[in-house]
């Protein structure tokens, strides 16, 4: 039975890693032609590692000519010279040590970390990848004549009925397909918003808050206020007299205090849009992943006239599937039809169409629920990992029933720069809230945000054990 040593990957994902091994092998001769391999099954049950993956490893080597198979009789190495297995190990070699050597510091850095608060990446097993490839290379048949075709400046008509039904199923949201832009991650939508509004305008955005909003605006020509929030969210009395065009916020679960908005606030928001001609930016992001009681309605949902709603598919499925969309109120919708209808779509048409498919079929709302059950199990993890640690009596848990991270705040005064170089020191990574702060408020002191999804179960014990001798 083949065996390979999984510690060893470094960052490499599990089925590159296996493909790596296995294409070694057979390159050095240790796999002999036409030598059997073992099956998906066998081979994933010997490395404690999902068929899926095997699966996966299995497929690229086929493709590349490794190896083939054969009906009911399974996987074997393919013939290959001499010549080429010595060239081919040669620049297999070669081309391991130019990564290392490429990414040298960068790479270093990132493997040292003990425990890495700060990453919220989605582990390789949890995305569909059979069910992905199945529909890629179905609708490479179905839609072959549309791929030669400009799409839509907003997206294809089959993704924007889709990314409709899905709205109103699960949102709560009556959307008009013909409303839905569809573009290459949330950073384009903010420049489309920006032309939209005008260079000139002024937009509101949380204090604390997700420090690439505005940047983007800003980097757009766009002044952004940074207005303080209380519990509810942004203050009105801090809106008065600023002539705002735009408010950009997170009102069901926002980053990185994870805190909701109230009815209550929602409505005078909505009431002020109404008496200053104002848009409200409605960030839903991570929205899908709330774990006790009924998802929050949107605003966009109370008012579809002055409220841009605006959500994406990296988190839900992967950071690398760069699709976001926005749905637009009828005003701004007639602007981009008169102003900007000459652009191109941003994302590929076979993305598209393959997204399309994917939650027109059912597909998506399985992987959302299947995903739910997953993070809150594995909060869950976290945090009962946390109450039965010594730290626990020196530490608040607080916003931890939705999305990927939650708040540690800490009982005693501290220096919180301190406390983080200490904690990196030692090879763990994490943020405070008040790195998300553009003004000095002190309720945001001592609170640091845990992204858990990435963490590893078997480290969090010793990296627990590292911040209360820290504090």
């Not at 190495?77 to 040298?104: C, F, P, T, V, W």
């Not at 949890?126 to 179905?142: G, K, V």
């Not at 997170?250 to 929602?266: D, L, N, Q």
């Not at 990992?385 to 501290?414: C, M, P, W």
Request: charged share 25%; proline share 3%; glycine share 6%.
């Amino acid at each position: 039975m083949l065996t390979y040593n999984f510690e060893k990957r470094g960052k490499q994902s599990l089925y590159e890693y296996l493909y790596q091994c296995i294409k070694e092998d057979i390159l050095s001769g240790k796999i002999k032609s036409g030598e059997k391999l073992p099956s998906k099954r066998e081979m994933a049950k010997n490395h404690n590692i999902s068929v899926i993956t095997v699966e996966n490893a299995y497929a690229q080597l086929i493709v590349e000519g490794y190896i083939y198979a054969r009906e009911k009789r399974g996987y074997f190495a393919s013939e290959i010279s001499r010549q080429y297995m010595k060239q081919g190990l040669q620049k297999n070699n070669q081309h391991n040590k130019n990564i290392k050597d490429r990414n040298g510091c960068r790479m270093k850095e990132k493997q040292e970390w003990l425990v890495d608060f700060n990453s919220n990446h989605i582990m390789y097993d949890n995305f569909p990848f059979s069910t992905w490839s199945r529909i890629m290379r179905q609708t490479l048949l179905d839609k072959e004549r549309s791929f030669l075709k400009s799409p839509s400046p907003n997206g294809v008509l089959e993704l924007r009925q889709a990314i409709a039904g899905h709205l109103s199923h699960f949102r709560g949201i009556d959307v008009e397909e013909d409303h839905i832009i569809v573009g290459a991650g949330t950073e384009y939508l903010y420049s489309i918003i920006v032309q939209l509004l005008g260079k000139n305008s002024v937009i509101a955005v949380e204090d604390p808050g997700y420090r690439k909003i505005s940047k983007v605006y800003e980097s757009n020509g766009v002044r952004c206020l940074h207005l303080p929030i209380d519990r509810s969210g942004i203050q009105m009395q801090d809106m008065k007299g600023k002539n705002i065009d735009g408010v950009h916020i997170s009102p069901s679960h926002h980053f990185p205090t994870g805190r909701v908005m109230p009815v209550s606030r929602r409505q005078d928001l909505l009431n002020w849009a109404r008496e200053n001609h104002g848009f409200i930016i409605e960030d839903d992001y991570d929205s899908e992943f709330r774990f006790s009681g009924r998802p929050i309605p949107t605003m966009a949902g109370m008012d579809s006239n002055h409220v841009i709603y605006m959500n994406t598919f990296s988190k839900t499925l992967a950071p690398s599937i760069r699709i976001a969309y926005m749905v637009l109120p009828d005003e701004l919708m007639r602007k981009f039809r008169d102003k900007l209808g000459f652009y191109s779509s941003t994302v590929s048409s076979f993305e598209q169409y393959t997204l399309a498919n994917f939650i027109s079929m059912g597909y998506y709302e399985r992987h959302i629920n299947r995903m739910r059950n997953y993070y809150r199990d594995y909060r869950n993890t976290i945090i009962s990992a946390i109450r039965q640690s010594d730290i626990y009596s020196k530490v608040t848990i607080e916003e931890e029933n939705a999305g990927l991270h939650f708040i540690l705040g800490i009982r005693k005064q501290i220096n919180d720069d301190k406390f983080k170089e200490i904690l990196r020191n030692n090879k763990i990574n994490i943020s405070s809230v008040s790195d998300y702060c553009y003004n000095d408020l002190e309720e945001f002191n001592h609170k640091f945000i845990i992204n858990y999804s990435a963490v590893a179960k078997d480290k969090l014990a010793k990296a627990l054990e590292i911040m209360n001798e820290a504090l």
